[in-house]
């Protein structure tokens, strides 16, 4: 999870009043499978408009908000493998937007509609072209999958079951702390393995993407070794929203056949 743009969207929906949207994460989690492993086939899920709209209010804002970077050599780099990817993507509706942030991070965001951060604290990591490749193709996939739509009605459910148990038990304080920690409790249960499936997900689709665009897959790889080097404190799997760069990089090594065998 991005906590700087999961910040943003909490700040933009309590001004408009959408507190029932507040649980909503930057691009996270799915519902039917999007990459058919039977038939190679990728399902292209557009996001609905209310849904578009909200990810282009929040990108704006975020770009008001966080300093982006002028480096030429930075916004050459994700400017240039971001149009190898483009044409390779039939998303209809997209608007695709790419912005780098001057943040020292190693992460990238994507948001419903196209909206593509990439932080200068990455472009360290993804030394190449095709190593970049791999995180925006990763991220494009996300928005092709509308992995943020059912995110979404997830996170509603677990918010509007919390706020249920917890009424229903007396209405007293004890209850209504109760009903938070159900909250807290069902996020923990089911939502960071639903992400983490997401996030894999992700993985193979944007590989497929990458091996369109003419990238080697193998770059996917390279990434997330680099990434896991540079990882000095490791945070447990199971308490991640993100599968650590070991799981990753034993998937990727399993659909790497599948995904070179698109390469053009």
């Known amino acids: 999870m991005y906590r700087g743009v999961k910040k943003t969207f909490k700040k933009v929906f309590k001004s408009r009043g959408l507190t029932l949207l507040l649980p909503i994460v930057v691009i996270g989690c799915a519902a039917p499978a999007a990459y058919n492993a039977d038939t190679g086939?990728?399902?292209?899920?557009?996001?609905?408009?209310?849904?578009i709209q909200q990810g282009?209010?929040?990108?704006?804002?975020?770009?008001?908000?966080?300093?982006?970077?002028r480096d030429p050599s930075a916004r050459a780099k994700v400017n240039r493998v971001a149009n190898r990817l483009k044409p390779v993507i039939n998303l209809p509706g997209?608007?695709?937007?790419?912005?780098?942030?001057k943040d020292p991070s190693a992460n990238a965001f994507a948001l419903p509609g196209g909206k593509v951060g990439v932080n200068t604290g990455l472009l360290k990591i993804a030394q190449t072209d095709g190593?970049?490749?791999?995180?925006?193709?990763?991220?494009?996939?996300?928005?092709?999958?509308?992995?943020?739509?059912?995110?979404?009605?997830?996170?509603?459910?677990?918010?509007?079951?919390?706020?249920?148990?917890?009424?229903?038990?007396?209405?007293?304080?004890?209850?209504q702390k109760f009903g938070q920690w159900a909250h807290k409790g069902g996020e923990i249960a089911f939502g960071l393995t639903f992400?983490?499936?997401?996030?894999?997900?992700?993985?193979?689709?944007?590989t497929?993407?990458?091996?369109?665009?003419?990238?080697?897959?193998?770059?996917?790889?390279?990434?997330?070794?680099?990434?896991g080097a540079s990882q000095e404190n490791r945070t447990p799997e199971l308490l991640s929203t993100h599968p650590v760069s070991k799981t990753r990089i034993q998937k990727l090594r399993e659909f790497l056949p599948t995904a070179r065998s698109q390469r053009r």
């Not at 665009?213 to 990434?227: C, H, K, L, S």
């Open 56 to 69: 282009a209010v929040v990108f704006e804002n975020y770009k008001r908000t966080r300093p982006i970077s």
């Open 94 to 101: 997209a608007r695709w937007e790419f912005e780098v942030f």
């Open 195 to 206: 992400s983490r499936s997401q996030e894999l997900e992700a993985d193979r689709i944007g």
């Open 41 to 51: 086939k990728v399902a292209i899920r557009p996001a609905s408009s209310s849904l």
């Open 208 to 227: 497929l993407f990458m091996a369109r665009a003419g990238y080697d897959p193998v770059e996917a790889i390279t990434f997330w070794q680099r990434m």
């Open 131 to 175: 190593q970049l490749a791999a995180v925006v193709a990763h991220e494009m996939a996300h928005v092709t999958s509308n992995h943020a739509q059912s995110r979404l009605q997830r996170n509603q459910t677990i918010a509007l079951g919390g706020a249920l148990l917890g009424a229903v038990l007396s209405g007293d304080e004890n209850s």
